[in-house]
């Protein structure tokens, strides 16, 4: 299959245009988009035969479940079995935007999107191609990060072009990706709210709304059997080719014992004044941002750098252990897991 990559603005997408990736999306076809979090790989969530391609093109098992997307409080009502009032509240303060909620499913929605569980993922997307393409298509999309199972999520049209080529239809080019990393996954299925997956709206900006800060539940998905109740658990996931080690030093001593050793070396060590890197051979230098934010959005970016110049090690100063930082610590953990 030919994959096509089209441009379209970012802020102003072209109705012809989302009107092409709409048409493949009513036939049955996959197509690539930009969210405000990471590239999207979206089918329409209704059509079982079309969900089953993107677990084909990504080679995800299909017991790790989908996200749907919507554009409308209606839409996801529509979705969803039972919608508590914190539902509602949270949807007030963060839709659109990069909040996952996951609800028990209405009969609608295909065991396929929830890998046979009782629970669906629903989200409303900011991103205004994401917008554009769910409105075109009016259904609403099951839509994974657009990467390959367990590897780096997409953050580029280029990075789903390398990853899905000729797996899928069509990549809608809209630049990059706002905030890098994946949505914060939220459980509303119970009378106390907890974070599935960290993300961009982290526990304390949860905490405003909720009037306590949740915590983050820790699954070892690997040891379950059946759905799992947050993929992004896997405790490999986001994963570069190749070996991530997280230092809680500055990393600069591994870097330079793995360069000497003949291995090609991505470093990313937190910002300081003192002692500026010394040029080393074989080490690509990626200092990183002192913001978690800054910090989320280079991140998946860096990675696809460094897999693209072929490093063998990237060696990752650790941020500071706080909330703020959670989003971060949790993919760099995943992405260090062997
Ligand atoms: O930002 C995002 O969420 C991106 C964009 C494209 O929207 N999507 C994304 O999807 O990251 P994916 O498939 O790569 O990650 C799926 C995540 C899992 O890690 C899990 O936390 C959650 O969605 N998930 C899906 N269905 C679930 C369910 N029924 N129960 C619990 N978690 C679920
Ligand atoms: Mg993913």
């Known amino acids: 299959m030919h994959t096509e990559l089209l441009t379209v603005d970012p802020q102003r997408p072209e109705p012809e245009r989302i009107a092409?990736?709409?048409?493949?999306?009513r036939r049955g076809g996959l197509v690539a988009f930009?969210?405000?979090?990471?590239?999207?790989?979206?089918?329409?969530?209704?059509?079982?035969?079309?969900?089953?391609?993107?677990?084909?093109?990504?080679g995800r098992p299909s017991n790790n479940p989908l996200i749907v997307h919507v554009t409308t409080l209606a839409a996801a009502k529509s979705l969803a079995s039972a919608w508590p009032e914190v539902a509602d509240r949270l949807a007030a303060r963060f839709w659109p935007g990069p909040l996952t909620f996951v609800l028990p499913k209405s009969d609608v929605v295909p065991a396929l999107v929830t890998a046979g569980g009782p629970t669906v993922a629903l989200r409303m997307p900011a991103h205004p191609v994401a917008r554009a393409l769910l409105d075109a298509a009016a259904t609403p999309?099951?839509?994974?990060?657009?990467?390959?199972?367990?590897?780096?999520?997409?953050?580029?049209?280029?990075?789903?072009?390398?990853?899905?080529?000729?797996?899928?239809?069509?990549?809608?080019?809209?630049?990059?990706?706002?905030?890098?990393?994946?949505?914060?996954?939220?459980?509303?299925?119970?009378?106390?709210?907890?974070i599935l997956r960290p993300g961009p709206i982290d526990s304390i900006l949860l905490g405003e709304v909720l009037g306590y800060e949740p915590s983050q539940v820790e699954v070892r998905a690997e040891e379950r059997d059946g759905a799992l109740s947050s993929p992004g658990q896997l405790?490999?996931?986001?994963?570069?080719?190749?070996?991530?080690?997280?230092?809680?030093?500055?990393?600069?001593?591994?870097?330079?014992?793995?360069?000497?050793?003949?291995?090609?070396?991505?470093?990313?060590?937190?910002?300081?004044?003192d002692a500026p890197p010394k040029e080393a051979a074989n080490v690509v230098y990626c200092p990183m941002p002192r913001d978690p934010a800054?910090?989320?959005?280079?991140?998946?970016?860096?990675?696809?750098?460094?897999?693209?110049?072929?490093?063998?090690?990237i060696v990752v100063e650790s941020p500071p252990m706080t909330s703020a930082w959670a989003a971060v610590l949790d993919r760099l953990t995943r992405a260090a897991a062997t």
């Open 235 to 273: 405790r490999k996931h986001y994963s570069p080719s190749a070996t991530v080690e997280l230092t809680l030093d500055d990393g600069r001593a591994s870097a330079l014992r793995s360069a000497t050793a003949g291995l090609r070396v991505g470093w990313l060590p937190m910002p300081r004044e």
């Open 141 to 194: 999309l099951a839509a994974p990060s657009a990467n390959r199972s367990t590897q780096v999520s997409a953050v580029r049209a280029e990075h789903v072009v390398r990853a899905l080529s000729d797996r899928i239809e069509m990549v809608l080019d809209g630049g990059a990706a706002w905030d890098g990393l994946e949505s914060t996954v939220v459980d509303l299925t119970s009378n106390v709210v907890r």
């Open 20 to 25: 092409r990736a709409a048409a493949i999306i």
């Open 294 to 313: 800054a910090y989320g959005r280079l991140l998946y970016d860096v990675f696809h750098r460094l897999e693209a110049a072929e490093v063998d090690v």
């Open 34 to 58: 930009p969210t405000e979090t990471v590239y999207g790989l979206g089918a329409n969530a209704l059509d079982s035969a079309a969900v089953q391609k993107i677990f084909a093109a990504k």
